[in-house]
């Protein structure tokens, strides 16, 4: 499966290679030689020479197809009527090589990282320590950056949309041809008793006999244990040390001000406390959610104090020890060890934690110490213990020992505290009504809330949260959806009660659409005592964050923002919380509800209406942002998304999702990890004391012409999505939607609801779906026609258009990303599965559709770019484009095929096992599927 070399140097599109261009990617493209050759002979020498020369055929002819000597409709012929038994192993050499691919990939990005730096230039872009330049350039005022970053926060939460195909196994097995690749670069050879070469094939042996999909779908409790597993595989290891970098390059610019008292890199989670649209979250699932997240925390601690008991042996004899120490060890009276306080010390410690690990843990980790000892109560206290013996080794001239792994543990212990990560909950505010109007209804308040019009709903909850009374007793006979929600909701409480407040930080409501939607979720808080507005100083542990999420909603945001806060109860609840009230906006909703350049101005609008709402309501506003991996869901490189936001919307604190297979390309491993939580920090700092809008006074102007734009975007993808007869129908049959369900990639339904209505489907299957045909339509349809519109409408407004793309960081980040999806798509491949669709009428009425605002989308972006190439802007991503997607397209001919058998009958269950293994396969390619 080796790429020959004649063929990697070919041009494609516009991109063409200078000779400086092949020599810096020569050892990458060796790598993926290497790699595709080992591949090659573990195929032959697993399923034989038949299996091998297709493959090989297969390989050799998309080339062809990309060198324009053939027509694809030939490559196609190759595996017409294929059966199940031999598409299967070639759909697995394909998506092997896709896997391989990304590992030389990132080898090569780290390679040339290190060349950057050897040769002392300037800090990379997104880097901390460039960012730490533009800070110093900039002179900043120290009070000024004190305001802007007190309560400073960046948060990745990890999702419960695992769009993620691969099994953990399989990353597993690829983190090992990782770590050998990187000891090849580095010049090594040899890898324990084996040359590495030979640990190569044995890897990727491995790999080929181990199965890519799972037999059965994955439960809640899957996706719990995965979404811990990166804690201990880089979280553990890096997010302390970044918090402790920045802290440290921000004290020593700004000495006085005491900056970061709080960790501002901190984890959050949704993974089982999320239940809009799954049903399979329950008060149990809440409760491991919780107590699991906890547990990982206790274990990583007890590791880490056993190793220090190990390390810290020093004798009083030999060292000074502070009275503080002394009091500490002298805690734990153990003769052996009688000459030895810092052991004695950390004995207490650990001690201490197990006692707490018994009053607050399910199950208990490895590497207790049971002497009896008193818990602690709060992680405070134990960090102050660890405190102590920091500034005795301190005081003793011990330094060196106090910034290792000491450091670590109490950097660790500062973020991660008893609890590990906060556990978002959220809900659909059509769960809330139906329940508050159970509830009320039981209570003999109202017999029919729901029909009440929304200034008495807010007058009758705000009377209710006025009181202390609950509505319902133990023994109340509610709904089943009334018990669970309430089940749920009393978990959360415990969590509360048992991990402290950071355990259950949030309530989101998605589909936020009134002010009555923000009380229902209080009142549910409140019957679980998470919320007391009663006193004249009230009880509000977790924060309550309205999700605005489509269109109109985010037009509306903050006017539903300014009355809510407008109520004194409300008021009074954000005032005791800091004045602090997140907000939430939806990427992926807006754009399926709206398409691409209309959602993504909408969410520019309403923050910029937020910003002002906080301005005037005296609140300090934390932006949730829910994003997905492709751009279709609000995707792209997070350090350009951060710089792209308006002023003051970051303002020292963000929270940005993480989804799918996104998480494990970035978080898997320390190294990749602390490049991408660096890249969050580095953007969020420059977005808080920098102007990087760019605009001046120009802005309002900008502003008027994006207006123009979103709606006629909004005008075209709408006369395609939501008007156009049949446009359902052609995206089921032309598209492995309805083959997503039977993928085992997660816990929850593709629907909301069960219906077909596009509105109802949730947004991952709708971005997947397109991607797996590579039209890729919801990052950019509406854009084209939108910009050949508007510039026919009057002179000069192309150049208008060319002046913001050089000035405005957000217009720019907005073509760039949609660039990328373009040179993703592919109009021939995606017209394959227009034949899927056996009405030919309707199969020409969308999909000539579809075709013509490709090529407008194309023409425009270039026009105002003045590039010809897609990817002038993103060399990497070229350089991926042009070594991967001639293996990308046996995979789409495949799947086009078996689909085909699929939908006429075929009962072969090996036929849908291709199609998903298709699917994985071009999600592994492609680097980012829902």
Not at 231 to 237: D, G, L, N, R, T
Not at 340 to 367: C, F, G, K, M, S
Not at 440 to 463: F, I, N, Q, T
Request: net charge negative.
């Amino acid at each position: 499966m080796a790429e020959p070399a004649e063929t990697a140097l070919e041009p494609i599109g516009a991109v063409r290679r200078t000779q400086v261009g092949r020599e810096a990617t020569e050892p990458m493209r060796e790598d993926i030689r290497l790699l595709g050759a080992i591949l090659g002979d573990t195929v032959r020498e697993q399923n034989g020479d038949a299996i091998f020369d297709l493959v090989e055929r297969a390989r050799v002819e998309s080339f062809r197809v990309r060198r324009s000597e053939i027509d694809r409709a030939e490559l196609a012929e190759l595996f017409d009527g294929i059966d199940a038994a031999t598409a299967i192993p070639v759909i697995r050499a394909f998506t092997h090589f896709a896997l391989l691919a990304n590992v030389a990939e990132d080898i090569h990005r780290e390679r040339r990282r290190a060349i950057h730096v050897a040769a002392g230039e300037p800090p990379q872009r997104s880097s901390l320590a460039a960012t730490y330049l533009k800070l110093d350039a900039a002179d900043l005022d120290a009070s000024a950056v004190v305001d802007a970053l007190t309560g400073a926060l960046v948060s990745p939460v990890i999702t419960a949309h695992p769009t993620e195909t691969r099994r953990r196994t399989i990353f597993d097995t690829q983190h090992r041809i990782t770590e050998l690749m990187r000891l090849r670069a580095a010049g090594m050879t040899d890898a324990g008793e084996h040359s590495i070469d030979f640990e190569l094939r044995r890897q990727i042996l491995m790999l080929w006999q181990t199965a890519l999909i799972r037999l059965s779908r994955l439960k809640i409790q899957d996706e719990i244990e995965t979404g811990l597993r990166y804690y201990p595989a880089a979280f553990f290891e890096v997010i302390p040390r970044v918090n402790a970098e920045v802290r440290q390059a921000l004290r020593a610019r700004w000495p006085e001000a005491e900056l970061l008292a709080e960790p501002i890199l901190r984890p959050g989670s949704w993974i089982g406390g999320d239940r809009d649209g799954n049903p399979n979250v329950t008060a149990d699932v809440v409760r491991l959610a919780t107590g699991s997240a906890a547990y990982t925390a206790f274990a990583h601690y007890f590791s880490e104090l056993t190793a220090l008991e190990e390390e810290l042996s020093m004798s009083a004899r030999l060292v000074r020890i502070s009275a503080e120490l002394t009091e500490l060890a002298d805690m734990c009276n153990e003769p052996a060890r009688a000459d030895e306080p810092y052991r004695r010390a950390l004995r207490v410690i650990h001690a201490r934690l197990t006692a707490t690990a018994a009053n607050i843990l399910d199950r208990q980790p490895e590497h207790l110490l049971d002497l009896g000892m008193e818990a602690y109560e709060t992680p405070g206290e134990l960090l102050a213990d660890l405190d102590v013996v920091d500034a005795s080794l301190r005081a003793g001239g011990s330094a060196l020992l106090a910034d290792d792994r000491l450091a670590r543990l109490r950097e660790a212990v500062h973020v991660f505290g008893f609890h590990l990560s906060g556990l978002d909950m959220r809900q659909n505010s059509e769960m809330h009504e139906q329940v508050v109007a159970e509830l009320l209804a039981w209570a003999g308040v109202h017999p029919d809330y729901a029909s009440l019009p929304e200034d008495e709903r807010v007058a009758l909850l705000v009377a209710e949260l006025s009181t202390r009374r609950p509505l319902v007793g133990e023994h109340a006979e509610l709904s089943e959806l009334a018990h669970k929600e309430l089940g749920i909701v009393k978990a959360a409480a415990r969590a509360v009660a048992v991990f402290g407040p950071a355990a259950v930080p949030n309530y989101i409501i998605s589909m936020c659409q009134s002010v009555s939607d923000m009380l229902e979720a209080a009142l549910l808080l409140k019957e679980a005592g998470l919320l007391d507005a009663s006193e004249e100083t009230p009880y509000s542990p977790v924060g309550i964050v309205p999700l605005f999420e489509t269109i109109d909603d985010l037009q509306r945001g903050a006017s539903i923002m300014r009355d809510v806060l407008g109520l004194p109860l409300y008021r009074a609840l954000v005032r005791a919380r800091c004045d602090s009230q997140e907000i939430m906006l939806g990427y992926s909703d807006s754009n399926k509800d709206g398409g691409y350049l209309a959602a993504n101005w909408a969410l520019y609008r309403a923050e910029l209406e937020l910003v002002e709402m906080a301005a005037d309501t005296g609140i300090r506003m934390r932006l949730f942002h829910g994003r997905g991996g492709t751009v279709g869901r609000g995707g792209g490189p997070s350090y350009d998304a951060i710089l792209a936001q308006p002023p003051g919307a970051v303002r020292g604190s963000l929270r940005i999702t993480e989804q799918g297979e996104i998480i494990a390309a970035k978080y898997a491993e320390p190294r990749t990890a602390h490049r991408n939580l660096e890249t969050l920090v580095a953007a969020t700092l420059e977005s808080t004391l920098l102007d990087v809008e760019g605009l001046g006074d120009d802005a309002a102007p900008a502003y008027e012409v994006l207006d123009d734009l979103a709606a006629l975007a909004q005008r075209a993808y709408a006369e395609l999505v939501h008007d156009t007869p049949g446009f359902v129908d052609y995206f089921k049959a032309s598209t492995p939607l309805s083959e997503i369900g039977a993928l085992n990639i997660g816990s929850r339904p593709t629907s909301r609801k069960p219906t077909t209505s596009i509105s109802d489907l949730r947004a991952i299957p709708w971005v997947l779906a397109w991607s797996q045909s590579r039209v890729m339509l919801p990052g950019w349809y509406g854009t084209g026609s939108a910009f050949e519109s508007w510039i026919a409408d009057g002179d000069g407004r192309l150049e208008v258009l060319q002046d913001l793309y050089r000035r405005w960081p957000f217009f720019r980040t907005v073509l760039s990303n949609m660039a990328q999806v373009l040179a993703k798509a592919d109009m021939g491949l995606a017209a394959r599965y227009s034949e899927l669709v056996d009405d030919v009428e309707l199969r020409h009425r969308v999909f000539d559709k579809i075709l013509a605002e490709h090529d407008r989308s194309i023409a425009m972006l270039k026009a105002i770019t003045g590039q010809d190439d897609l990817l002038a802007d993103n060399p990497a991503l070229a350089r991926s484009v042009f070594n991967r997607f001639p293996y990308l397209e046996p995979l789409n001919h495949l799947q086009v095929e078996l689909l085909r058998q699929h939908r006429s009958g075929a009962t072969d269950e090996r036929v849908q096992r291709g199609i998903l293994l298709t699917m994985s396969g071009l999600a592994t390619a492609l680097r980012n599927s829902g």
